[in-house]
């Protein structure tokens, strides 16, 4: 059950629940007049300590849609947090006014932290180089719709491995699917960190490979799941200049993938996705932003313990 549940990383949710949810995802998109009321006179509180455009407003939408009203603030700086009021304070405060809390914040764990001292469920909307569970929704979503399943399956990680949380956090959620290879395609810098590879890859026995060219995998790959630099998360200017066009994928490139292989990206784009190839019909990142705001509509819905 998940109402009342905060979400913090894929694996607080099951197996069980994640299916779930992707079928009241899909029985929302056949049936949206039947969800439209569900939440009426609930409050989704935002806290967005971090710029957001597709989470903070994939999320308003999906309570919209459900019914429900949201409030919150899209930038620290506009709240007491630059009085300095401690993460405790301010959740203990907005869970007297709302009844799900989504919470983006620049520190990993601070959703936990939150979570801690919350009256009501806290939803990880990304902490740091840490997790982004309702990017992993997502992404599994369109997995699924478009590849109609979510194992047996050779997945290309490109970009930034080592900063990027909705990698981090897919990782996590393949790691219990079935037969599931991994092409971890980045520059030496930007690997995945150890805690990962260790302790998720190698301790689920995932078969992976670390891939410095994006060509050498290309051909072999079902999905190409493509991540930006993380500017944000460098120490100095110079490295992220240095590898921020690591890899771009163009149309020249896309040739040598398999005709019904996807391409995939949690957006935003800066350069690693030449736009010419957004008229590719293997490029599905934007269906992942729709499908995205329908399964954060299922998990909202599921955490609020509202039913159809
Ligand atoms: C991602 C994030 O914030 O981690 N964006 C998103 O939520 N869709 C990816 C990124 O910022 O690169």
Known sequence: MLKGKSVLEP?????????????????????????????????????FYEPSTRTRLSFTSAMLRLGGS???????????????????????????????????HPKEGAPRVAAEHS??????????????PSQTLTDLMTIREYKGRLNNLT????????????????????????NITLKLISPEELVVPPYI???IIEKNGMQYEEVRHMEDVLPELDV???????????????????LKDSFILDGNKMKLAKDDMIIMHPLPRVNEIATEVDEDPRAHYF??????????MALVMKILGLEA
């Open 11 to 47: 694996m607080d949710l099951t197996v069980e629940e994640m299916e779930d949810l992707f079928e009241t995802a899909d029985d929302i998109i056949a049936d949206p007049e039947k969800y439209a009321h569900i939440a009426d006179g609930k409050i989704m509180g935002t806290l």
């Open 70 to 104: 949201v409030m919150g603030f899209s930038d620290a700086a506009s709240s007491s947090v630059s009085k300095g009021e401690s993460i405790a304070d301010t959740i203990r405060t907005v869970g007297c006014f709302a009844d799900v809390i989504v919470m983006r």
């Open 119 to 132: 009256y009501v469920p806290v939803i990880n909307a990304g902490d740091g180089g840490h997790q982004h």
């Open 155 to 178: 997945i290309g990680l490109c970009g930034d491995l080592m900063f990027g949380r909705t990698v981090h956090s897919l990782i996590k959620a393949l790691s219990r699917c079935e």
């Open 197 to 199: 590879r260790k302790s």
């Open 224 to 242: 190409l799941y493509m991540t930006r630099v993380q500017k944000e998360r460098f120490f100095n200017e110079d490295d992220y200049v240095r």
């Open 287 to 296: 269906d992942q932003v729709r499908l995205g705001m329908y399964v954060r």
